[in-house]
């Protein structure tokens, strides 16, 4: 069974930082691109960040470029969201993922998604 | 960066009735057109991609159809479970991914 489980996340102070981690089980996590995905508070859903199955290529959405850093340690099954310089807008949901990437350059819809983790931004 | 309109932003159906949610594209997105499914407190459920092929485990009473720029999802028949929001996502032209604002389907 594929299972996605985030961690980190909660409380933080505007400007402040915070790593999201996002532990894999259940497929070959090192097969699959993974995405971080975003729910502000009774708002839809926002694509903020992708990171090809071998790390080769990163994008961002223009809302966290400069901000956020997404990584992955395939040898332990894990993604991770870096979010510095917090801002009031960031809080939200944020779940990690996956997608399949194809050596077209085309990619597969989010097939699984993660429980979401809650991170707030207030002073 | 390609804009995901859906309508109606919410839709109340009595239950048995069918469902017809629409989404629009603001460029082709060719099929590469997914629908998802969110209640509350939980996470999005995929639905359909390819604009019409059902992903593992949805009913048959849940269907897609469309390409191009305009894409429905139809509800045959409504069971309790299945009031929620529902998005709709391009992956077409990306990155960004984007997806529809959603459509809330309520009990009538």
């Known amino acids: 069974e594929v299972q996605l489980v985030e961690s980190g996340g909660g409380l933080v102070q505007p400007g402040g930082s915070l790593r999201l981690s996002c532990a894999a089980s259940?497929?070959?996590?090192?097969?699959?691109?993974m995405n971080w995905v975003r729910q502000a508070p009774g708002k839809g859903l926002e694509w903020i960040s992708y990171?090809?199955?071998?790390?080769?290529?990163?994008y961002y959405s223009d809302s966290v470029k400069g901000r956020f850093t997404i990584s992955r340690d395939n040898a332990k099954n894990s993604l991770y969201l870096q979010i510095n310089t917090l801002r009031v807008e960031d809080t939200a949901v944020y779940f990690c993922?996956?997608?399949?990437?194809?050596?077209?350059?085309?990619?597969?819809?989010?097939?699984?998604w993660g429980q979401g983790r809650l991170v707030t931004v207030s002073s | 960066e390609i804009v995901m309109t859906q309508s109606p932003a919410t839709l109340s159906v009595s239950p048995g009735e069918r469902a017809t949610l629409s989404c629009r594209a603001s460029?082709?997105?060719?099929?590469?057109l997914a629908w998802y499914q969110q209640k509350p407190g939980q996470a999005p459920r995929l639905l359909i991609y390819?604009?019409?092929t059902r992903a593992t485990g949805i009913p048959a009473r849940f269907s897609g159809s469309g390409s191009g720029t305009e894409f429905t999802l139809t509800i045959s028949s409504l069971q309790s479970e299945d009031f929620a929001v529902y998005y709709c996502?391009?992956?077409?032209?990306?990155?960004?991914?984007?997806f529809g604002q959603g459509t809330k389907l309520e009990i009538k």
């Open positions: 460029q082709s997105v060719s099929s590469k």
């Open positions: 390819g604009a019409s």
């Open positions: 259940g497929f070959t996590f090192s097969s699959y691109s």
């Open positions: 993922a996956r997608c399949e990437s194809y050596y077209t350059g085309s990619v597969s819809p989010i097939d699984y």
């Open positions: 996502q391009q992956y077409n032209n990306w990155p960004p991914f984007t």
């Open positions: 990171i090809s199955s071998s790390s080769n290529f990163i």
